[in-house]
């Protein structure tokens, strides 16, 4: 396997076991020593600390159970109340900064395209996946609404608040989109329809279109047909683990979570039937020991049925049973984004393409030239998502450094700047001659004010 190590790697470009990717299970040396399920090597989850049976399904939140009062700012020394969906939702800090609700900048933008919204239980979500911050194991340290999610704060508000603000602003309102992510939760169905008519009653569609983040596996086809009717644009899968395997390992029974793979296609295949071609799609999470080849693979299996993939890169996220896992490395990550990009827009096919014995993308199937300008124009490199009113390749839902820190950004919440460009260069090993990147360049241009 020395053939996989980077003779020089940038410290963040680091994968699972010293690779400069985060290894398929099955490419791994199996030296003695390495633990089954325990290994920092092999990009398997912790196993969880015991819940104290007074913590579990919510239970401090609703012994204690002090009233809800307007916003609700996590983890700001107050006791979380007892907020329940659909009177409350969660969204994230970057739509509560872009209305209003909470004071901070965030790095690079202004303001974000899309107000994501999140349902809220004291019971939480009844799954317990490896990534995610809001799982349930994390009963055990952290009431629900305090939870950090895709590494941020998610403040709770009454809908109707938000609601009224957006109605207020009518067609001057900053977001292209609004997206219901539902939770594992006996209510989330019920809850999710009620959410959506209420928007949909004071705010139409044309103007903010709604996505639906769903949970398929308290779903049936009647109800995405239902969200369909009811004026929902999109309905997205978070497929998140890109193999079977993968999926069972870190969201189904590898860590007592209800999910299957198998229930997660039914539905996404009920959305294609229902919501038809461009309306439907997956998210995918790259790095969590899958191939880049399994990845592309699942991308153009989206694409041949109709529907987008929606990519994220793989990080800790502090809490979570994956928190002590290396962040995907840098180039990895690119390579898929760039190919993710060629497939979903540019009419690559993956059978174009040319893989290593390690599943690493070879050769991007298209001549130098237009790899080059697909580069320089920089879209490959932005968050992907559901579109806004900018463009079909441009997502509304930038999700600001839901996957990286700012420092070493992952997916760019706005148009990468040449230093950027110079940096991502750097990161594939594909910079132009006398265009050489200088480490923490990027910061520079941004200090002085690009
Ligand atoms: S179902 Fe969604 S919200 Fe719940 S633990 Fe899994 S990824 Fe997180």
Redesign the pocket.
């Known amino acids: 396997m020395s053939c996989l190590k980077r003779e020089v790697a940038l410290p963040s470009a680091i994968g699972a076991n010293g690779l400069d990717f985060n290894a398929a299970l099955d490419m791994l040396p199996r030296a003695e020593g390495i633990r089954p399920g325990g290994s920092d090597t092999d990009m398997q989850p912790r196993v969880p600390v015991p819940t104290p049976r007074e913590a579990k399904n919510g239970g401090r939140v609703k012994h204690a159970n002090v009233p809800p009062a307007g916003v609700y700012l996590p983890n700001n020394n107050r006791l979380t109340p007892n907020m329940r969906s659909p009177e409350y939702v969660q969204l994230s800090t970057a739509a509560a900064i872009t209305l209003g609700i909470m004071p901070g900048k965030m790095h690079g933008c202004s303001c974000t395209r899309c107000l994501n919204l999140l349902l809220t239980y004291p019971e939480g979500?009844r799954?317990?996946?490896a990534y995610?911050g809001?799982?349930r194991h994390r009963e055990a340290d952290r009431d629900y609404a305090d939870r950090n999610f895709i590494r941020v704060d998610w403040p709770a508000v009454p809908m109707a608040e938000i609601v009224a603000k957006v109605a207020r602003d009518g067609v001057n309102t900053p977001f292209h989109r609004m997206c219901i992510s539902m939770?594992?939760h006996p209510n989330s169905d019920a809850d999710t329809v009620t959410v959506l008519k209420q928007w949909t009653d004071r705010i139409d569609p044309a103007t903010v279109p709604v996505s639906i983040l769903s949970?398929p596996t308290t779903m049936t086809r009647g109800d995405v047909q239902t969200l369909y009717e009811l004026g929902a644009e999109i309905f997205t899968v978070?497929l998140?683990a890109a193999t079977p395997e993968i999926f069972d390992r870190t969201?189904g029974k590898g860590v007592q979570s209800p999910h299957s793979w198998a229930k997660y296609w039914e539905i996404m295949e009920a959305a294609r039937d229902i919501f038809g071609p461009q309306k439907f799609g997956a998210h995918i999470i790259v790095g969590m020991g899958e191939t880049e080849h399994d990845t592309l693979a699942l991308v153009q299996r989206l694409v041949d049925i109709g529907g987008h993939s929606h990519m994220f890169c793989f990080f800790p996220e502090k809490g979570s049973l994956m928190d002590h896992l290396p962040a995907t490395p840098r180039d990895q990550w690119r390579r898929v984004q760039i190919a993710r990009y060629l497939i979903d827009y540019r009419g690559v096919r993956v059978e174009h393409m040319r893989f290593d014995e390690a599943g690493r993308v070879s050769d991007f199937g298209i001549p130098k030239s237009e790899l080059d300008a697909v580069i320089d124009q920089g879209l490959a490199f932005r968050t992907s998502g559901c579109p806004g009113k900018f463009r079909e390749d441009l997502s509304a839902c930038d999700r600001p450094y839901g996957d990286s820190p700012p420092s070493n950004i992952a997916s760019y919440p706005f148009q990468p700047r040449p230093a950027d460009l110079r940096k991502i260069r750097h990161q594939l090993g594909m910079e132009k001659p006398g265009e050489a990147y200088e480490e923490g360049e990027e910061i520079e241009v941004d200090a002085a004010g690009p």
């Open positions: 979500c799954a317990n996946c995610c809001l799982a939770i594992t949970n978070a998140d969201r």
